[in-house]
T-cell receptor
């Protein structure tokens, strides 16, 4: 199946700093990627849809100025958590679809963010 | 909008028993129903999926059934093993959409 990677796998940062997370589709091109946040023992919550070459579409309640998304190429999307606070600590997972809508989504391995 | 209800939230079984997880959905345009298994700290992995033109699909010890009239679908795991312990998520997608809607998840614990 298609492979999606994420970097870093975990990061610890101080409150007030910014953290960038990369999501790459390794063996296919993804015009659309998705960013999820998952708190302990909870489901995946879609944060935003990242579109190559255009602005991301954010879900209701997600601050676009805090969670900056850039999808500069067909294989790379980045999520930057700006001015991170302890409540931003979570598991962030990206995904990408191979093929058209209605097809399988492939998830990245996730990034564990801890804000001190 | 789309909504997926998943039950139970926790399921504890003895090794060798069967486990059943059920989901209901509200969007009649839903036509793709994947199930994901997520181990602690890892990515969700697709274990089986079904499309709306099929009523049942089986892959070794795992099966999924779909009742489109009643808008519910279920995951069945037979002869459970300790390594089946994980959180399982159902999801649904409508035609033309990349974005699945996930259920809240079921924590399956298989006791040896």
């Amino acid at each position: 199946g298609a492979v999606v990677s994420q970097h870093p796998s975990w990061v610890i940062c101080k409150s007030g700093t910014s953290v960038k997370i990369e999501c790459r589709s390794l063996d296919f091109q993804a015009t659309t990627m998705f960013w999820y946040r998952q708190f302990p023992k909870q489901s995946l919550m879609l944060m935003a849809t990242s579109n190559e070459g255009s602005k991301a579409t954010y879900e209701q309640g997600v601050e676009k100025d805090k969670f900056l998304i850039n999808h500069a190429s067909l294989t790379l999307s980045t999520l930057t958590v700006t001015s991170a606070h302890p409540e931003d600590s979570s598991f962030y997972i990206c995904s990408a679809g191979a093929g058209g809508p209605g097809n399988e989504q492939f998830f990245g391995p996730g990034t564990r963010l801890t804000v001190l | 909008g789309e909504n997926v209800e998943q039950h139970p939230s926790t399921l504890s079984v003895q090794e060798g028993d069967s486990a059943v997880i059920k989901c209901t959905y509200s969007d009649s345009a839903s036509n793709y129903f994947p199930w994901y298994k997520q181990e602690l700290g890892k990515r969700p992995q697709l274990i089986i999926d079904i499309r709306s033109n099929v009523g049942e699909k089986k892959d070794q010890r795992i099966a999924v059934t779909l009742n489109k009239t009643a808008k519910h679908f279920s995951l069945h795991i037979t002869e459970t093993q300790p390594e089946d312990s994980a959180v399982y998520f159902c999801a649904q997608k409508s035609g033309g959409s990349y974005i699945p809607t996930f259920g809240r998840g079921t924590s399956l614990i298989v006791h040896p």
